[in-house]
């Protein structure tokens, strides 16, 4: 998707008390050419009173949004690198705290020395964070400059590599500078296999490599996935299958894990998929398992049947730091060029009850959409009514 926007906003009040509640929010995506070559535009931003009205009215993007930044990007790629500045926000959501304010990049792809299988890329970067809970600042300049070979053996792909990097931290009290060296190799394969209608592929991948810092995890603090870096040695497994029908894309299966040699623990293992069963007919998931915790932390999966104007869907959505365990349905029909609709029923694992029962319908007139919602449980009900413009 190249370029795409859309916004959602409206007021809301306790029909009893409380104030005027607003709630807002807004995805932009453009992709440009200019003089200087290709750039794209990325606006994601939300805007909520409190977590309430997020979970009530924008349930589904609950699910995907909550506990993710907002975030403003601006990238414009050159012959000789990438440069990107983004804001971060944390959308005034009690799980995030630090944000960026904002990050300036200058990431530098991969590039061949000379005829040697050997390639060289840096990425710079110069973040402000800012920890809003504690209303603290902190600059972060880092460079990280990464050799990788290859070196193919028959079937198998050797791909070793050595990163060097600096991180150079500022606040108010302190200063302080972080060396990290990290060396491993990659052995993968890329293998295929044809069937019956469809081609697969499948491509898995060995990775060990030994990590050395300054500091260790945790030190002073975090602020993004550098900080929570560790060293040692580590090994990591990764699986991915690639389905291509005779005329279109059928699905991709991706699992990943990282395996902690020292201290003899699988860390989190992902799960990603996305298969088209029929063509009407497909599934997707995303799911986390903290193994050495044994325990399950976060999975969306669902089944989605589309015909014609029809659509259904049911699906589990768990998250295990957000307390979120149960099943959603959804079932809509476009019944006309101006009219259609959606109905939709949650139920909760944790209270044994239906958390959400809810029927929405669009009306198109003229420029305008008229959108009606009514939702509730066994303790609420709420009807909200919002007119918006659209382009022809």
Known sequence: KTQGYR??????????????????????????????????????????????????????????????YNYLSLTQNFKQGIFNINFRDSAEDDFLNIEKLPEIRFYTPPFQVGDAPIFIKNDFRMTNFHKEKEDEYCLRTMDVLTLKGHKPAGELLFSPYISLGGLNYSDDEDEWFNF????????????KKEHSGFTEYFSPSLTFFYRELDFEKGKHGYFDSFERMEGGNFLTLGMDWFFQGTNAYIGS?????????????????????????????????????????ESYVFGVNDIIFKSGKYSYSIGNRYDDEGDVSGIEGKFSQVVNEL??????????????????????????????????GISGNKDDFSIFIMLSPFLI
């Open 339 to 372: 009219w259609r609709y959606s109905t939709g029923i949650q139920y909760d694992f944790h209270s044994d009850t239906f958390s959400k029962v809810s029927l929405d319908v669009w009306h198109k007139m003229h420029c305008w959409e008229l959108n009606i």
């Open 7 to 68: 916004y959602e906003g409206f007021l809301y009040k306790d029909w009893d008390e409380g104030d005027i509640e607003p709630a807002l929010l807004l995805e932009f995506l453009k992709h440009y050419t200019s003089t200087y070559g290709e750039g794209n535009i990325l606006f994601d931003w939300r805007y909520m009173d409190n977590n309430d009205l997020f979970y009530t009215f924008f349930h589904s993007d609950y699910i995907v949004k909550s506990k993710k």
């Open 180 to 191: 990290f060296g990290e060396a491993g190799t990659k052995v993968s394969a890329i293998l």
């Open 253 to 293: 299966v991706s699992l990943d894990n990282l395996y902690d040699i020292d201290s003899n623990q699988i860390d989190t293992t992902s799960l990603k998929y996305d298969v088209h069963l029929t063509p009407s007919l497909y599934i997707e998931g995303k799911n986390e398992w903290d193994i050495s915790e």
